[in-house]
């Protein structure tokens, strides 16, 4: 079964720009949640997605986004980007049955944004 | 707000030496704690502990969770290059369906 897939796997881009990150799940798991890494502040929770609904939102600015479509694969969106967004984005898939999580997540190899 | 200090911060050790890793919490409403690896890319799974005193085990990884005193420790003996790592431990609480890391435990295992 293959794993959680992120697109692209690196990225370069300059103060005031878009981005939009892509994660496929590992299929059959509806549930993506998106985490932000840095060395400062380490893994810190965006927000969560299951059946094209966002469940959770961490505390993250407007700027930050994300959606998903019906075949559980999700996006976030970074608008007006600033130096601080430079860090690794990871998303995780998890799986649920009749409601209740499985709570382990598979980690996506993530995207590393550069601010510049 | 749900916190999750790690310690210790970094650590170096020999080849075949044990070592071990603890992970603190203050959350509401706990459900589970999860230990991760990280090594240059995603984390991966290693443990996920919401019981007290039950040990889960995999081969000479180790880890156990006392709910009482708010922790839970990560083993590892024979230590090998190869565990090498970032080790993370994350905390799911309340209804929330999201984990809080702690910042992690570089660990390092010399020749």
């Known amino acids: 079964k293959a794993g959680v897939t992120q697109t692209p796997r690196y990225l370069i881009k300059t103060r005031g720009q878009q981005v939009t990150l892509s994660c496929s799940p590992i299929s059959g798991h509806r549930s993506v949640s998106w985490y932000q890494q840095t060395p400062g502040q380490g893994l810190q929770f965006l927000f969560e997605y299951f059946s094209e609904t966002q469940r959770n939102k961490g505390n993250f600015p407007g700027r930050f986004s994300g959606r998903q479509f019906s075949n559980s694969r999700s996006e976030m969106n970074v608008s007006t980007l600033e130096l601080g967004d430079s860090a690794l984005y990871l998303c995780a898939s998890s799986l649920e049955i009749l409601g209740a999580r499985t709570y382990e997540q598979y980690f996506g190899p993530g995207t590393r944004l550069t601010v510049t | 707000e749900d916190k999750v200090v790690q310690s210790p911060l970094s650590l170096v050790v020999h080849e075949g030496d044990t070592v071990t890793l603890n992970c603190s919490y203050e959350v509401t409403n706990f459900r589970s704690l999860l230990w991760y690896k990280q090594e240059k890319k995603a984390p991966t799974f290693l443990f996920m502990l919401?019981?007290?005193?039950i040990e889960k085990k995999s081969g000479r990884l180790s880890s156990i969770l006392d709910k009482k005193e708010l922790f839970s420790i990560l083993n590892i003996t024979a230590t090998q290059t190869g565990d090498s790592a970032v080790y993370l431990c994350?905390?799911?609480?309340?209804?929330?369906?999201?984990?809080?890391f702690g910042s992690g435990t570089q660990l390092t295992v010399l020749p």
């Open positions: 919401t019981s007290s005193g």
């Open positions: 994350a905390v799911e609480a309340g209804s929330a369906r999201q984990l809080t």
